[in-house]
């Protein structure tokens, strides 16, 4: 995975109609597109999940002290007495070429893997400052899977700022285990995305009582474990920021399942519905296992949705989950969308949320954050969704927030997290009618 | 390259940002890519800012490369001017920008800005640090904004007492105080009540709360007090050179260092000091017997300088504890690190290798730690109590409550802070005398905040000491075996000494070369070790 394949996903993010099954290209959007400052984490922050998902494997960040900065403060790292992530961090004798930075990095893996026998994967992560001096990565990998002998597998992927956008350092990392999932054309249903362990295994269960026996997910609990793919492979995304990663399973033969993302009752039993129908689930099976789940979902929104009813809702562009978050918050909270920001917009893979959206639902895409502030400021709207950088300021303006960081370590997604979900976003309104400092 | 998992310091350039935002009137133009915009959260969340700090990023990316960036830098200097109308702009870039050389600040030096000052920060990411990022921001922006005022050479040095013949009380700037330090919005509270029961005013505070105008206003004063050398001492240093002003390097933390900061500032600028009828219960609070528990507590102290030498000196002078370690990620003043540990009998540990911190922890078996939240944490891991004494911080070190650690009441939150983590005295000793009732939990600690350590499930209360189960013998790594009744006897020694102790016995054993050891071996090794 090299920089350029990672540059034309980004100036083509559309999947070059390989995605023949989905429904026709969207209708015409009013799409505000601004650039300017982004208030937005780079895709080294995405290490943050995925190591916890795959515990046997280690990410070591090729970079600065800026990003090993970055990735402790977004993660609060403390708390690990040794990480399973690390920052291999340039000094000046490697810019200088006083040292060779590829013997430099052979000799920090192996220090590292002496240190820690128990990893069996290392993803090389690129920066950066890493991409910027061509530090070529996929190359070390190369060279350090033929001198480790197996004994680790070592992958290469970007992270780095000036390529991707928080959430795409996962599509990224996916995209480089894709090579290394073994071809197979048996039927099974590929569940793409870092989900919750609790949440994957309820969705497998779930997905088993509906008759779909062979659901495997992507990355795995297990680096050394991945899952086949090929003709008979049906692809769920669970997460919509896998543009790339969907295109990389497509080329392995399988087919991607068109659908709305599992957040939210409607976005998770649309989702399971389209996976069990792909998987040839009979209607009537479908709606007997999701129908009590759709029932009960409902009931667990139905408090919070008394509190975000007519509420008006600001998201800025975070985690590329906002499209699906403002479905689910207009159409099964009842709040009003004033604007529905994203760092970017895949029409192709949001196509069955932009359909969902109600009519008119101002989009903008990319970010100009003095400008989108301004915006807000005008609006007054009741919650906006924002980083971490933003929240106390707005709340300073007297501005309610909910920070968006929240939604990608939380388990959201599912029926059964849809009450939960909806209860993230009415905390902080229901903690301003709490408090009062009046006598 | 250095293999990183978790870092005291950012880079320089986030030392650049804590100027810019502990000040008012500033604007900080930082050529970055995205994703460096993570550094507002260290500002709104940790220190709970309600203000964005003054940074626009210019935000390049990689289709921007092939471009032109040194057009985004110009575009994001006059977007942010005409937004932000800065009395004073700092120009920068970071790891990413350095590297494509568009050379931001001669750029912005290009520019007409309406006569802005620009001050150009040339930070390099690939050897300094955020300390060091600060410390340079803070020494460019002063000399920036004083060069118009520097004295001819030759000009004598103005005399720190000139006040006297001024008809005005002395004054005096406060100098290094800043966001994400440790506590310096209440130091700076203390230090200037403190100077003013001295007669002396405050005449600039920078950089926290200053505006540009005011670092013009530095040479006004009669001394400079470098507060947090790790900040300020290369723009005292400047000022000393280039106006002839002195500085107080003495850092006011600890009874001892209160004494001797109030005499060298009022030395400096010839004033009695006054006298402080009590000024401080630290003195009192040690000397009562319920301190008297606290007679050779083994401290291990880490943090950056300033706060890891005060609290060496508080520990084993003001409090009685005795120092088992002392070190410092502050690689800039290292040697005054070294001298104090010297002092103490100990070698300094020089590092910024939290790990290395955390073995050495292990290795010099302290009952309390001094650091950072970084120690906190591995405190934690070792069941060591633990306060927070330096950067870098947690939220909770930035306490609603006045709080400060300079002067007399900093020596009050000292010692409020580090003896409470640890066992009362009283409370000790009578845990000491119960713990073989019935209803006594082992591991039981008091008001630590966690649960007992151990068998939280199984009740407790039943575990007399008749149907407790017999010690059963056991093997260390290298082979060293404890019999039956040396474990039994172990088992007697309170919990929070017994590792310590087991630890000693078999030290003991190994260089007697024993094989077993048994409940006669604990005491020889007790009675060889209390010698």
């Known amino acids: 995975m090299g920089a350029s394949t990672l540059a034309e996903a980004m100036a083509n993010p559309m999947l070059d109609g390989v995605l023949d099954a989905g429904p026709k290209v969207a209708p015409p959007l009013e799409i505000l597109k601004e650039s300017g400052q982004r208030e937005v984490f780079c895709g080294l922050t995405s290490i943050v999940w995925l190591h916890r998902r795959m515990p046997d494997a280690f990410f070591l960040v090729v970079g600065s002290r800026t990003c090993a900065h970055l990735v402790q403060s977004a993660a609060g790292v403390m708390i690990f007495a040794e990480p399973r992530f690390g920052t291999a961090i340039l000094g000046e004798r490697d810019l200088a070429g006083l040292a060779d930075a590829n013997e430099e990095l052979d000799r920090l893996v192996k220090e590292l893997l002496a240190r820690r026998p128990e990893i069996r994967t290392l993803f090389l992560v690129g920066s950066c400052p890493s991409e910027v001096i061509k530090l070529d990565l996929a190359k070390a990998a190369e060279r350090l899977n033929r001198q480790l002998l197996g004994q680790v597998t070592v992958l290469n992927y970007s992270g780095s700022g000036i390529e991707t956008t928080f959430t795409q350092g996962e599509d990224q990392a996916l995209v480089a285990m894709t090579p290394l999932m073994p071809t197979s054309d048996e039927p099974q249903l590929l569940i793409a995305g870092t989900l919750a362990d609790a949440v994957e295994d309820r969705l497998v269960d779930l997905f088993g009582r509906m008759g779909v026996g062979a659901v495997r997910s992507l990355p795995p609990r297990r680096s050394t474990e991945l899952p086949p793919v090929g003709k008979g492979t049906k692809v769920l995304l669970a997460q919509p920021f896998l543009s790339a990663t969907a295109r990389a399973l497509i080329a392995r033969g399988a087919e991607l399942i068109p659908a709305p993302y599992p957040l939210g009752v409607e976005g998770s039993r649309d989702w399971m519905a389209a996976g069990a129908a792909a998987c040839g689930v009979a209607p009537a099976q479908v709606a007997a296992v999701l129908d009590p789940l759709v029932e009960r979902g409902r009931h667990a929104i139905a408090p919070h949705r008394e509190t975000l009813a007519g509420k008006r809702l600001f998201l800025l562009p975070d985690s590329q989950l906002e499209l699906s978050l403002a479905r689910f918050l207009s159409r099964e909270c009842g709040m009003e969308l004033v604007e529905v920001g994203t760092p970017y917009l895949d029409r192709q893979l949001l196509v069955s949320e932009l359909d969902l959206l109600p009519a008119g639902t101002q989009i903008s895409e990319g970010q100009d954050v003095e400008r989108q502030l301004d915006r807000v400021r005008r609006a007054k709207p009741d919650l906006v969704v924002c980083g971490l950088g933003l929240a106390n300021p707005l709340e300073a303006e007297g501005i309610a927030t909910k920070w968006s960081i929240e939604l990608v370590f939380s388990p959201i997604h599912g029926c059964d997290q849809a009450g939960d979900l909806a209860e993230l976003f009415a905390r902080p309104l229901r903690r301003r009618s709490l408090l009062s400092f009046t006598a | ?531």
């Open chain 2, 1 to 531: 390259m250095e293999l990183t998992l978790w870092t005291y310091e950012g880079p320089p350039h986030v030392g650049a940002l804590r100027i810019a935002t502990s000040m008012e009137g500033v604007h900080y133009v930082l050529h970055a890519p995205q994703g460096d915009t993570y550094a507002d959260l260290l500002f709104t969340m940790i220190e709970r800012r309600d203000k964005r700090p003054p940074v626009t990023y210019t935000t390049f990316q990689a289709r921007d490369l092939g471009g032109d960036t040194a057009e985004l830098v110009k575009r994001s200097i006059n977007q942010a001017v005409e937004r932000f109308q800065p009395e004073a702009l700092l120009v920068g870039e970071s790891c990413t920008a350095e590297l494509i050389q568009d050379q931001p600040g001669a750029l912005a030096a290009g520019m007409a800005l309406g006569g802005i000052p620009v001050v150009s920060l040339d930070l390099p990411a690939y050897s300094k640090k955020e300390n060091w990022g600060a410390a340079e921001t803070l020494y460019q922006l002063v000399r920036g904004l004083l060069k118009d005022q520097i004295p001819p050479p030759g000009t004598p040095a103005p005399s720190a007492q000139r006040w006297q013949q001024e008809g005005r009380r002395p004054r005096v700037n406060l100098l290094g105080p800043s966001l994400l330090g440790f506590r310096c919005r209440d130091d700076i509270r203390e230090i200037t009540g403190l100077l003013d029961r001295c007669g002396i005013d405050v005449a600039v505070v920078a950089p926290m709360g200053a505006r540009p105008a005011d670092l013009q206003r530095i040479p006004t004063a009669d001394a400079n007090v470098c507060l947090y050398p790790e900040i300020a001492a290369p723009v005292c240093s400047w000022l000393e050179r280039s106006f002839g002003m002195a500085t107080v390097r003495t850092v006011p933390i600890g009874i001892g260092a209160t004494i001797a900061f109030i005499e060298e500032l009022c030395g400096l600028v010839g004033l009695e000091p006054p006298h402080f009828d009590e000024p401080s219960r630290l003195p009192w609070y040690s000397r009562s017997v319920d301190s008297t528990y606290l007679t050779s507590k083994r401290v291990f102290i880490f943090g950056d300088a300033t706060h890891a030498i005060a609290a060496a000196k508080i520990a084993s002078q003001e409090l009685g504890f005795q120092v088992v370690g002392l070190g410092s990620y502050s690689r800039e003043l290292a040697r005054e690190v070294r001298a104090a540990a010297k002092e103490l009998g100990l070698e300094a540990i020089i590092t910024d290798d939290y790990l290395a911190v955390e073995k050495a922890m292990a290795e010099a078996s302290p009952e309390l730690v001094l650091g950072t939240q970084m120690e906190r944490h591995s405190a934690k891991r070792l069941g060591v109590p633990c306060a927070v004494i330096s950067s870098p911080l947690h939220v909770q070190d930035v306490p609603a409550r006045y709080s400060p650690q300079m002067g007399w009441e900093g020596a009050n939150v000292i010692f409020d802070s580090w003896v409470h983590p640890l066992m009362m005295g009283l409370e000790e000793h009578l845990i000491g005398m119960f713990r073989h009732d019935f209803e006594f939990v082992d591991g039981h600690r008091s008001h630590l905040g966690e649960g007992a350590p151990t068998q939280t499930s199984e009740p407790q209360a039943q575990a007399t000491p008749a149907q407790a189960p017999p010690a059963a013998p056991t093997a260390t790594l290298e082979g060293l075996v404890w019999s039956a009744d040396g474990e039994a006897e172990l088992a007697k020694i309170p919990f929070f000494v017994r590792s310590k102790v087991r630890r000693n016995t078999e030290t003991y054993a190994r260089e007697r070369q024993l094989q077993v050891i048994d409940s006669e071996t604990l005491y020889e090794a007790k009675a060889h070790l209390s010698r």
